[in-house]
């Protein structure tokens, strides 16, 4: 790779890309990145000097950039260097490499605890075989959802059009099962049918498994398309929510300030001071008066620990003098910010730890 980017990249999991270019359009993988640049993982890349249209799609939704390719390894992918970029999306490309940057070192100094505890260990007694645990957990760009649905896909190429069963659902992919998947990156049209609703949107064949299925990212979706799409998940979100939190023992009901940052449809960050209404190690129920949409990424601060986290709407009460309660999940797990042990999901009034009345 040149060297603009190949001091400072750093890998990064989990992040795709749609790029358009050169009379090419593909969605594919960044397995590393920089300020100013990516290497993007995709077998067939344009011809270097090409001129990139791409959507990054990062935790905190999709960026819009230019590049241009300074590099490209036939079957393997290819190095862009980003050359248009607006203030607020490098904020948030910053943003997201120096999570990566931060993952990177804390993957080293793991790597290397560990193998100096292998040395010592291995040292002071006979060498056994243990299998090592994957420490890293895993980075998804947005929530997948299980839904059921009939499907249809078509090679975009060849025409064939086999009939398939969608079994979960995101905003920027699906995963279908089908007798014969087609081979990664074919470009395909995908339709979707449940009840009296169908969905559009052209994609690429991302992952096949034998068992019979394949993943699939959106590619295109025109905008017409989206308030289908929008409907299902905003369904599955709240179902998920729901059920995450029927198991009371897993909550505790107790009021912490905490200051609530979202954008509204101007793009003009709101911010508003509340109280949660419960708490759990993965989300909580708010009372909130700004106006907030299902699926929706907001930030939630809690003024005591300084600490902040990205969170998802997924649950909408009803609306009351102004306000309705407002269910939010975590983007990433929750380390800091309440500084509670909550009970376990397996707690309850029947479990050996619990007081006896």
Not at 123 to 138: A, D, G, L, V
Not at 254 to 275: F, Q, R
Request: with cysteine.
């Amino acid at each position: 790779m040149n060297g603009f980017v190949s001091s400072s990249l750093v890998p990064i999991e989990e992040m795709s890309v749609v790029w358009h270019g050169g009379g090419l359009s593909s969605a594919a993988r960044v397995s590393e990145i920089s300020r100013t640049g990516a290497f993007v993982k995709t077998p067939r890349p344009p011809p270097v000097g090409t001129l990139l249209n791409l959507r990054l799609q990062l935790l905190s939704g999709e960026m819009f950039v230019q590049a241009i390719v300074r590099h490209a390894l036939p079957g393997q992918g290819m190095g862009i260097e980003f050359k248009s970029i607006n203030r607020d999306d490098q904020e948030r490309l910053d943003l997201a490499v120096l999570k990566a940057e931060r993952a990177r070192d804390q993957d080293t100094e793991t790597s290397t605890h560990d193998s100096t505890t292998a040395t010592a260990q291995a040292e002071s007694s006979p060498p056994t075989e243990t299998p090592t645990p994957s420490r890293r957990i895993e980075r998804r760009e947005r929530h997948r959802y299980k839904f059921t649905a009939e499907a249809e896909v078509a090679d975009v190429d060849s025409g064939r059009r086999v009939q398939a069963h969608l079994t979960n659902l995101g905003r920027f992919g699906c995963y279908v099962r089908l007798s014969s998947p087609f081979p990664a990156q074919t470009n395909v049209e995908l339709s979707v049918t449940r009840g009296d609703k169908v969905f559009h949107a052209q994609a690429t064949v991302m992952s096949v498994h034998s068992s019979g299925g394949m993943g699939l990212m959106f590619i295109d979706v025109v905008p017409e398309q989206y308030p289908v799409l929008d409907e299902w998940l905003a369904i599955c979100m709240e179902r998920t929510w729901l059920a995450s939190n029927r198991r009371r023992t897993q909550r505790v009901l107790v009021n912490i300030p905490v200051e609530v940052a979202a954008h509204n449809s101007l793009g003009t960050e709101v911010l508003e001071e509340t109280k949660t209404i419960s708490i759990s190690a993965h989300g909580a129920l708010l009372q909130l008066k700004m106006q907030v949409a299902k699926g929706q990424t907001i930030v939630l601060r809690n003024p005591s620990t300084k600490a902040a986290l990205e969170c998802s709407v997924d649950y909408l009460g009803t609306a009351h003098d102004g306000s309705r309660e407002v269910g939010v999940t975590f983007v990433a797990p929750n380390q800091t910010l309440w500084k509670i042990s909550f009970p376990s999901a397996e707690w309850g009034p029947g479990h050996p730890d619990a007081k006896k009345m």
